[in-house]
C-alpha cells in the first residue's frame, strides 16, 4: 500500500503578524519539500463542529469562530492570532487528521502525515494558546475511539515543546496514553514527569536544554518505547514536531535529521508490533525554515519505506 500525504490550500490562508513564526512559509517549505515523492494525495475535508465537540466544549468553537476577523488580524492571547481564513485553516487540519485516521483505520493506506497549519497541540479544553485553536491530535483520537471503536490510542509528541493541550485534553481518557518528550524548562511550563494523567495515561519526558539525540534515543528506549510496549495501542497518532532541531529559533536541543529518522523508523516499528503498522502524524512545530524541510522529508521518507 502507500503514505497518504494530507493538506489543503486554505492552510496557506491562515496569516499572523510580520516576523511571526507560525508563517505561511512553514508549510510552502513543507511541501516543496515533499514534492515528487510517491505519496498518495489528499485534499484535507473541512473538520466539523461535531469533531470539535470530542473534546471542546461548545463555546470555545464559538468564541474562536467570533475572534475571526473579517479583515486585518487580530490577537487571542500572547502567541496566537487570527486573520480571515483562520478558521477554514484549523478546521482543515483537524478534517485533515480525522481522514488519515479513516484511511488508515480503513486498510486504504498504510500510514499518513498530515501536513497543515496552524498546528494543534497546545490548545486547552477551553482556551486557544501557542498558535494553536482546536486540539487536533486529541480529536483524532477521540473520534478513532467514538467512530471507530478502539480501545487503546497512543499519541506521542516530539515537538520540542511540551504538549500541553493534548495533556489537557486526554487527561481523564483511559483509553489513550499521552507521551510528550520536550525540552524543560520551556514555555509552556508544564509537562513534569509527576505529570500522569488521571489514570496512569500520560508520560512526559522533559529534556534538559542543550542535550543532544544521543539524550534523546535513551530516553526513549528506557521509558517510552517500554511504555508503549505495555499499552499495545491500536492506532499511532504522532505530534510530528521538528523544533527540537538544532537550528531550530524557538528552543535549544540538538537534534539533526538522522534523530528524526531513527525516532520514526522505531515508532513504526511499535506500529508494527501492534497496530498493524497504523500511524497518522500530524505536523506540529518548527520554526527554521530550511530545517523544518528537511526533518519533514526524512519523517516521511521513512513512513514511505515502511508503508511500500
Known sequence: MTTALITHIDCLRHRTPDGHPEQIARLEHVLAA????????????MGSEDDLRLVHPQSHIERVRSAEPDE??????ADTWMSPGSFD????????????????LGGEVDNAFVATRPPGHHAETERTMGFCLFGTAAIAARHAMERHGLSRVAVVDFDVHHGNGTQDLLWSEKRSLFVSSHQFPLWPGTGTADERGAHGNVLNLPLDPASDGATKRRAYEEKVFPALE?????????SAGFDAHRDDPLAELQWDESDFTWLTGRLCDLADAHCKGRVVSCMEGGYNLEALARCAAVHVDVLIERGG
Open 72 to 77: 486585518g488580524i487580530v490577537q487571542l492571547d
Open 34 to 45: 515533499l514534492n515528487g515523492k510517491t505519496l498518495e494525495r489528499f485534499e484535507a475535508p
Open 89 to 104: 485553516a484549523a478546521m482543515r487540519g483537524v478534517g485533515g487528521a480525522l481522514k488519515g485516521v479513516d484511511l488508515v
Open 230 to 238: 505495555t499499552f499495545a495501542p491500536e492506532l499511532l497518532i504522532l
